[in-house]
């Protein structure tokens, strides 16, 4: 394929997004048409509404095998598949506690992947972060009976309703672990702070880690680069123009972030970070704002 066939894709690729994308709800205006990152990013909500109603679910998407990281914490690296032509990373951790299983950003997997999740305890809690993750809520909810906890509403996702809030003090289903909102934003979001190994930070779109571009396909890889996600620690540039409100800034959440102690990351996206967490954030924060 020519550079100037792949141009064109990526064009149709933006105008197909959009065209689904910018009649949404009226935070879209907040955005440039011309803005591609934006839409690429928006399109996980977008494939949620193809597949959402009745007992439908969205389907099962290339991932890895889960994997442990820490010990009664685990990994799974999948992704999220927009046309024949993009697909991007999409993470989930698994925590466990006396038998029973917390997922936190929820990837649906594969029957072989899925045994091998039973085989780890019980899926008892299922944990949105961010609003505009929850592709596979629904899923975990009717097949297992899982109880949804979440940031708070979300415009994306507005079902399956909650059964309980991620809010800072509250009582949560996995010991010495904690709620860090992220205080302004225009929808709740929140990161998870694992007080275990010297510490694992748990993000959704607000921060992200990329040590490698696993799961994307050859175009998204050509472009993330260029549009704002290089191979680093960054701030989510999409969701920070996004979440801002008008004439606002979200530093002061940021900066009150890095008061806690964290030395790995794992993100809704991209790879994850065992060491030096907390000083890439720092950088990333820092460059951000």
């Known amino acids: 394929m020519r550079l100037g066939d792949g141009a064109r894709i990526v064009g149709q690729t933006v105008r197909d997004a959009m065209g689904a994308l910018v009649s949404e709800n009226d935070d879209t205006k907040r955005i440039p048409r011309s803005c591609s990152l934006w839409i690429l990013w928006r399109l996980d909500a977008h494939a949620a509404h193809d597949y959402h109603g009745g007992v439908t679910h969205a389907p099962v998407y290339p991932h890895d095998?889960?994997?442990?990281?820490?010990p009664d914490v685990f990994m799974v690296r999948g992704s999220i598949r927009f046309n024949a032509f993009m697909r991007i990373s999409r993470n989930?951790?698994?925590?466990?506690?006396?038998?029973?299983?917390?997922?936190?950003?929820?990837?649906?997997?594969?029957?072989?992947?899925e045994q091998n999740l039973r085989s780890l305890g019980q899926v008892k809690h299922i944990f949105r972060l961010g609003p505009f993750h929850g592709l596979d809520d629904a899923y975990y909810v009717d097949r297992f009976g899982a109880e949804l906890w979440t940031a708070g509403e979300s415009k994306t996702y507005p079902e399956p309703k909650a059964d309980a809030t991620l809010t800072p003090g509250a009582d949560l289903p996995v010991p010495d672990t904690e709620?860090?909102?992220?205080?302004?934003?225009?929808?709740?979001?929140?990161?998870?702070?694992?007080?275990?190994?010297?510490?694992?930070?748990?993000?959704?779109?607000?921060?992200?880690?990329?040590?490698?571009?696993?799961?994307?396909?050859?175009?998204?890889?050509?472009?993330?680069?260029f549009i704002?996600?290089?191979?680093t620690t960054i701030v989510g540039p999409i969701w920070l123009k996004f979440m801002t409100p008008e004439g606002g800034s979200l530093e002061?959440?940021?900066?009150?972030l890095l008061q806690h102690d964290f030395d790995m990351l794992l993100s809704a996206h991209g790879s994850f970070l065992g060491r030096g967490a907390h000083d890439a954030v720092k950088k990333a924060v820092d460059k951000a704002f």
């Open 65 to 70: 095998p889960i994997e442990e990281v820490l």
């Open 92 to 113: 989930m951790a698994i925590l466990r506690h006396a038998g029973e299983l917390t997922l936190v950003n929820p990837i649906r997997l594969n029957e072989d992947e």
């Open 179 to 225: 709620v860090i909102t992220f205080a302004g934003t225009r929808q709740p979001e929140i990161a998870l702070l694992c007080h275990r190994n010297g510490g694992l930070l748990l993000t959704c779109d607000a921060i992200q880690h990329y040590g490698d571009y696993r799961h994307n396909t050859w175009l998204a890889r050509l472009m993330m680069p």
């Open 228 to 231: 704002g996600f290089p191979r």
């Open 252 to 256: 002061a959440a940021f900066r009150s």
